[in-house]
Structure formats: structure tokens, C-alpha cells
């Protein structure tokens, strides 16, 4: 059967989606042919995530041209891709961000259009909302590798898809709701990347003033937190009952699967996408240690939580024959908001500790913080802006809290008043503030998104001056400028800033 998957990002940057890049591989196994509408290297209004970024001095300036982002009509283009392809089937993978977009290509197609199946975080969180709408005909609740060969099977024969578990199905106007099943209790049966499905450019990414060749891997499954801008809480709850939520590749099945991408693709920087690396226990970690020493020992980079950033965990990681950092979320640097709203109960002085440790190790750190959440007042962001300056991290990603659907703290701004409740997608994903608080109003919040670096990277005695900057007068743009031009100077220029990676 012929089979299309739509990839709406809003970035025009480099990340092959491993939802896609695996059900792929699944798909191929069981016969299928498969193609891919992606629409990352058209330009978009939504712009470049981390060219965002770089304009905040937060990651150094890469040159891009290698993307070559085209201009064209993306629905049209769509459009001509499903016609000439004529999949049986249609699947959409998106996270929330990217629906209305995936609805507006959707739209493009017109009456007739394949049957379309979407799947991915947002119609998992949210699928009462995905499934009102008019062109989408099934959903995949949750992990799909299992799921999508029952629902291909039934579907190729013809046969009802009604009853399958995991997938709410439209029949005869109304939608029938399956129960969710239960999850894989192991990782290491989950196919290799469809890595050829995708545009070679999806290899490269920014990182250290470069475009790399960059794979992007998930040691585990599930995060054992419940913070609350998140979607491991309700992932968890839909989950409840359904197997264990947390679950990690052995250590065999990762390094034979990293040994296969470094070789094939000629992979220099790998990412780990765990929502928590660190969560392993010392046999675990051990045996990593060495098999990535001996068979990868390519640089890379993971996220970590601060409680777990402990001496004897990082005394074990530090013997890997690779360089590599930890990224540590900080996200607000008030402990009761940390506490009361954020549902993350750790100290200040723990999140110091974490970074003393790795510091301590000379261990290259990322810090991500956030601001604009519920509740929060501007010295409750100073508060952000000292703990980052006190870390002294060599990479800092700061972000405006978005009210996703489906995480707990977007309840709170539908029942606080600050958000109305039918808002869904984004304009730009990464410095746009969408909540209207009294005490800190949305200006004021990306004014001190726009400052957000110059207040961690320069002496205090300068602060006077950045609050100028964070207005929008004719002065306070040319100090800006000003103040600007000189961060960045310094964290372009400085090498010393970052032990490094690659020069
Ligand atoms: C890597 C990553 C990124 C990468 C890009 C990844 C990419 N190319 O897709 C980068 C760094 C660029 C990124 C950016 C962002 N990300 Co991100 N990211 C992740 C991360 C850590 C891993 C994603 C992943 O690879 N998962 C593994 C794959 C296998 O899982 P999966 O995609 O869910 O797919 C499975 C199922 O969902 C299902 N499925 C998926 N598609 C389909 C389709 C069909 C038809 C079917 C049947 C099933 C199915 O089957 C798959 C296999 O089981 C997740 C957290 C996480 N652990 O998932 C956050 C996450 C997806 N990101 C998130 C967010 C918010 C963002 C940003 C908006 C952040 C920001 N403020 O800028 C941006 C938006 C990017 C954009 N392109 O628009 C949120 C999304 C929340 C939401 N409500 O949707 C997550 C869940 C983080 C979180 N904990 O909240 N991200
Ligand atoms: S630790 Fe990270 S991934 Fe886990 S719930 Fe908190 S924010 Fe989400």
C-alpha cells in the first residue's frame, strides 16, 4: 500500500523526526511504500528556531546556506506531492505547535484527499480537539510502532479499523474511542531511523558556529517528574495502568544502533534526547562508559534534571573517551515558584550544586531557564536572572513559557483568566509571550526575553542601562544595539568561554 506521511515543522532547520524516521521503518518491513511531504526547508513565517537564538547571543552564529530554504507556495506544493504520489493512506505526525499548521496543508487538498490518520504528542494530549476536526478521519493514541502495523493490516484487507486499540476512528458521524494499550515494556526492539526518507540537509545542524553532522537518539522513553509546563504529567495519566512509563535501550542495542549511524552517515555530533539521562542506575552507566568509549566516542550532548547531576554519577561519566555536555533546567530561579507552580521541588542550593559539580569536572554545561509563567513577577525573573549569572554556564537557553495544550499550568491561565480557553498553535515557538498576566504583562515579558542574556553576561553596574533597552523608544533600541553588538562580540569571540568540542 502507498503510504505518505506529512511532516508540518515550523522550523526550517535540520532534525530528522524520529517519530516518522521509525514508523517508517516499521511501515517498509510490512511492505508498504512510503513517501514524505516534509515541509522543513521551505521558508515559513515562523521562521528559524535558533537563528532566535543566535540573535540573543544564547548559541553562536552558524552560516546556513546550506539549507537553502526555498520560497514556494507550501500548500501548493503539498498538494502536487499527494497527487502524484496518490497514497492510500495519509499519516501526519505533530506535536502542538504544528497542528493548525498540519490543518492548513490539509485544507489545501480539497475533497478529495487520502484517508488521514494523524498521530505524534498533540493528538495524544489533546484528541477530543483533533479529532473535531473535519480533515482528519483516525487517531493514534500514544507510541505508534505497534498500533500502525495492526491498523495497516486491517486497513490494506479493507477490514474495519473501528476496534483497534490506541486509535479513535470516525464511522458513520460519530467517533469511536478505543482504549489506549499498553506500552512496549522494552525499547530494544524498535527498528533503526528511515534515515533515506529523509533530506540529507536533516543531518546537518547549528551547533558551536557550525553546521554538523548531527544524530539525534532516545536512550529512554518517559521521565520519572511530573514538572508542570510539561507533557510527562499527562503522558503519565494516560498511561497510568499501561506499563512501566519510564523504560531505557539496553546499553548493546544503543551502541549497535549509534555504531550504525556513525559509520553510514558520517555522524560527528550525537544528541541524546532523554528527558532525563542521568536517571541510570552505576551498572547501567558503567557499561555505557565503555562501549561508547570503545565503539562511538563521538562528542555528545544530553538533559539532565538537577538531582541527579550527583559526584559519583559524574566521576563514572567523566571516564567516557568523548567530550560532552549536560544541559540542567533551571527554569526559574524563585524556589517557591519552582515549588508551588512548577511542581519542581528542589533547592537552590541543589541546582548550584549540579553545576558546581560538572563545573568542577570540566564538564561543558547548558542551562535552560524560562520565563512568563503563571503567577510570576519581574523580580521572580531576576531571581532567574542572578541563579543563571551564579551557575556561570556555558550555554544558557532561555525561553518564554507556552501554554501547551494539555500541561497542567495551561489550567491554571484558563482558570486565572490569563488565556482564553480555545487558543491552540503558536506563531513563533520559541520568545513569544500568549499570556496576559496583571503583574508582569506579555511586553514586559519578551522585553526581558529580548535582555534576558545581557542581564546574565554583563556586571550589574551596566543593569540600569539594559532596563533603557528593554523599552521600545528610539534610545532604548540604540543601546540595545549597543549592548548587543558587545555580547555578542565577547561570546562569539571567546573561546575560552566553551571548552570545546571540535577546534
Ligand atoms: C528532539 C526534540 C525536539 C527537536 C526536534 C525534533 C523533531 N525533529 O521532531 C528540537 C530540539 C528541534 C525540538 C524543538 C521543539 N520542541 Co521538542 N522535543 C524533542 C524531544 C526531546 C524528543 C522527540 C522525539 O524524537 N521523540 C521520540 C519519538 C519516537 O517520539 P514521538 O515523536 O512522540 O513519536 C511516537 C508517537 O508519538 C507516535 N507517532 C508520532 N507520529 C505519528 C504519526 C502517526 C500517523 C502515528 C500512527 C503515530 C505517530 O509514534 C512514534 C513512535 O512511538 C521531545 C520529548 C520526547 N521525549 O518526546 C520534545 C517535545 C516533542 N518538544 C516539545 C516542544 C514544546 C518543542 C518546541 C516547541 C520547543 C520550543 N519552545 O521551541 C520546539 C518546536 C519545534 C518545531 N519543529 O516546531 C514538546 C511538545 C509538547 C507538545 N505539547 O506537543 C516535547 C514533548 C517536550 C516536552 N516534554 O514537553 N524538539
Ligand atoms: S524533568 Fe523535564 S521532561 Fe521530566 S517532567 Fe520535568 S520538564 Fe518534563
Redesign the pocket.
Known amino acids: 500500500m502507498k503510504i505518505t506521511f506529512l511532516y508540518p515543522?515550523?522550523?526550517s532547520e535540520g532534525?530528522?523526526?524520529?517519530?516518522?524516521a521509525?514508523?517508517s521503518s516499521v511501515l517498509k518491513r510490512e511492505g508498504h511504500e512510503i513517501s514524505l511531504f516534509d515541509t522543513t526547508f521551505f521558508e515559513k513565517k515562523s521562521g528559524y528556531?535558533n537563528l532566535d537564538r543566535e540573535k540573543f547571543s544564547e548559541f553562536k552564529r552558524a552560516d546556513r546556506s546550506a539549507f537553502n530554504v526555498q520560497q514556494a507556495d507550501i500548500r501548493s506544493e503539498f498538494k502536487k506531492h499527494v497527487q502524484s504520489n496518490k497514497p492510500d493512506l495519509l499519516?501526519?505526525?505533530c506535536?502542538?505547535?504544528?497542528f493548525n499548521f498540519a490543518v492548513e496543508l490539509l485544507e489545501s487538498l480539497g475533497e478529495h484527499r487520502p484517508y488521514t490518520?494523524?498521530?505524534?504528542?498533540?493528538p495524544?494530549?489533546c484528541p477530543e480537539k483533533a479529532m473535531s476536526n473535519s480533515y482528519i478521519d483516525a487517531l493514534?493514541l500514544?507510541?505508534?510502532?505497534g498500533?500502525?502495523v495492526n491498523f495497516t493490516r486491517c486497513f490494506e484487507k479493507g477490514e474495519s479499523v473501528s476496534s483497534l486499540e490506541n486509535f479513535w476512528v470516525k464511522e458513520n458521524g460519530t467517533v469511536v474511542k478505543n482504549p489506549i494499550g499498553m506500552l512496549k515494556d522494552e525499547m530494544d526492539s524498535i527498528p533503526y531511523y528511515d534515515i533515506g526518507l529523509f533530506d540529507e540537509r536533516h543531518l546537518l545542524q547549528p551547533f558551536d558556529g557550525k553546521l554538523r553532522r548531527t544524530i539525534?537518539i532516545?536512550v529512554s522513553r518517559g521521565c520519572p517528574y511530573g514538572c508542570a509546563y510539561?507533557?510527562?504529567p499527562v503522558m503519565k495519566k494516560i498511561f497510568k495502568g499501561k506499563g512501566k512509563f519510564y523504560r531505557k535501550k539496553g546499553v548493546d542495542a544503543l551502541i549497535n544502533e549509534l555504531e550504525y549511524y556513525k559509520n553510514k552517515f558520517n555522524i560527528e555530533l550525537v544528541k541524546i534526547?532523554d528527558?532525563c539521562f542521568l536517571a541510570m542506575d552505576e551498572e547501567y552507566m558503567s557499561r555505557f562508559v565503555s562501549e561508547y568509549s570503545a565503539r562511538i566516542a563521538l562528542p555528545f550532548i544530553a538533559c539532565t534534571r538537577p538531582e541527579t547531576v550527583r559526584n559519583d554519577r559524574i566521576n563514572a561519566l567523566k571516564k567516557i573517551k568523548a567530550p560532552f555536555q549536560i544541559s540542567v533546567g533551571i527554569e526559574s530561579g524563585d524556589e517557591d515558584l519552582r515549588k508551588k507552580v512548577l511542581n519542581r521541588k528542589m533547592s537552590q542550593e541543589r541546582i548550584v550544586e549540579a553545576f558546581r559539580i560538572l563545573k568542577n569536572n570540566n564538564i561543558r554545561t547548558c542551562a535552560f531557564v524560562m520565563m512568563g509563567f503563571p503567577y510570576e513577577t519581574r523580580g521572580q525573573v531576576f531571581e532567574t536572572i542572578r541563579l543563571t549569572r551564579s551557575v556561570n554556564s556555558d550555554i544558557v537557553v532561555a525561553?518564554v513559557f507556552?501554554p501547551?495544550?494539555?500541561v497542567p499550568l495551561r489550567d491554571t491561565c484558563v482558570k486565572e483568566g490569563y488565556l482564553e480557553e480555545n487558543i491552540v498553535g503558536a506563531s513563533n515557538?520559541?520568545k513569544e509571550c500568549i499570556i496576559n498576566m496583571p503583574q508582569l504583562t506579555k511586553i514586559e515579558i519578551d522585553s526581558l526575553r529580548k535582555t534576558f542574556m545581557l542581564y546574565v553576561r554583563t556586571p550589574e553596574i551596566i543593569w540600569p542601562l539594559i532596563h533603557i533597552a528593554e523599552k521600545e523608544t528610539t534610545l532604548s533600541r540604540f543601546i540595545y544595539f549597543l549592548l548587543h553588538k558587545y555580547c555578542d562580540f565577547i561570546f562569539n569571540r571567546t573561546k575560552r568561554l566553551i571548552p570545546l568540542f571540535f577546534d
Open positions: 515543522n515550523l522550523s532534525c530528522i523526526n524520529a517519530g516518522i521509525i514508523l528556531m499519516c501526519v505526525s506535536i502542538s505547535g504544528q490518520l494523524i498521530g505524534g504528542k498533540y495524544t494530549v493514534c500514544g507510541e505508534g510502532e498500533p500502525i539525534d532516545e510539561c507533557i510527562n534526547n528527558d525561553s507556552y501547551f495544550e494539555g515557538l520559541v
